[in-house]
């Protein structure tokens, strides 16, 4: 036991050490200085949004921040939170930039630019999954999930029932045609993977959903060539042949019938220069300034 004492002592004195470190551990490093500490509201938005222009999505969204923070009920903050909003979207900020949409919304839903905070939160979850195209060249969608797709496209038609003036209507419109196409691609294409691995009962299944759940879209073509071999696959002539049938009426010229090369260019016939408004794909601002509502 004796010869523990020495390593007692070492440890109470370390022990000490620490304490004293702790308690004078505020004057070891550098006091923080936020540099805004004395600006006014219009300093630090012309700031926020000279950052955002040049693509410094990180400072913009720490100064609008600050700003909505600071002066709350000034007419700057209305317009960090849709700023804010765009600048965490450009930075990959999903999150955030959906979650700034819906408090704009909530807390301003009678302002003049709300549809703008509708049409980003759009586009946010409509650019969020990088692989969105994918879905069109037939990938093993069975890992992917539609609900990125879903989300923008509830939000784009909730823009075109409550603002059928707005400047981003005919984008948007656009957009949910693309997105109720490649939803309806994804359902389909879930049908494939099932007929693949011999679950011909739920490719069935699957596939009649998708006829039901999209119709009239590009997709219904594929739908019912897995329809009607699935069918044939369980034995069920009848109901093969009927799809059959409707398959060689609605597409006459059919490359399940024919054995032609698909065309998948349906895809991109929103990218039409003239069919674009607001902030596109590119992440473009709108040609006229919207941050200058109060001008």
Known sequence: MQRLFPYARIGRALFVALVVLALGGCGLFPEVK??????SADRIYQTAHEAMLQGNYTRATKLFDQLEARFPYGRYAQQAILESAFANWRANEQ????????RFIRTYPNHPNVDYAYYLKGLVHFREDQGLIGYVYEL????RDPKEMRSSFAAFKEL??????SQYYQDSIARMRYLNNAMATYEVNVASYYYKRGA??????????SLIDFPQTPANEKALDILRASYTKL???QLAGDSQAILAKTYPDSRYLTGAQPDRSWWKFWQKEEEQYGVQATGQLAAKPWWKFWD
């Open 95 to 102: 999150a955030a930039a959906i979650a700034a949409c819906d």
């Open 34 to 39: 936020d540099e805004t500490a004395n600006w």
């Open 200 to 209: 011909y009962i739920a490719s069935a299944n699957r596939a009649q959903q």
């Open 160 to 165: 075109t029932a409550k603002f059928p003036e």
């Open 235 to 237: 034995g069920m002539t």
């Open 140 to 143: 093993d969608l069975s890992e």
